[in-house]
């Protein structure tokens, strides 16, 4: 049974850091692309970082230089460290395995920006 299980934020003042973690089960995660979404309401799910099979990461630009995501296979864990958070990073983030046609998500975990 394929689990993706999100933790690590919560409230943060502004230029604040949190780690987010995701720990997947019932899937190699080691032969995923592994990535964080994040999501505001109703609004379209947008892509904030992601991170291959072979190491190679991309970022958007919202969050270049701010945030980093790693992974550890032998954890089956993948990371989002937030550095500099900003109010407009208020959403609720959800990890994503993808390969192929499958396609995974966790159920999401709130981070709330503000003073």
């Known amino acids: 049974q394929v689990s993706l299980v999100e933790s690590g934020g919560g409230p943060v003042q502004p230029g604040g850091s949190l780690r987010l973690s995701c720990v997947t089960s019932?899937?190699?995660?080691?032969?995923?692309?592994m990535g964080w979404f994040r999501q505001v309401g109703d609004k379209e799910r947008e892509s904030v970082a992601c991170i291959n099979s072979d190491g190679s990461t991309a970022y958007k630009d919202f969050v270049k230089g701010r945030f980093i995501i790693s992974r550890d296979n032998a954890k089956n864990t993948v990371y989002l460290q937030m550095n500099s958070l900003k109010p407009e990073d208020t959403a609720v983030y959800y990890c994503n395995a993808a390969l192929g046609w499958y396609d995974y998500w966790g159920q999401g975990t709130q981070v709330t920006v503000s003073s």
């Open positions: 019932g899937f190699t995660m080691e032969d995923y692309a």
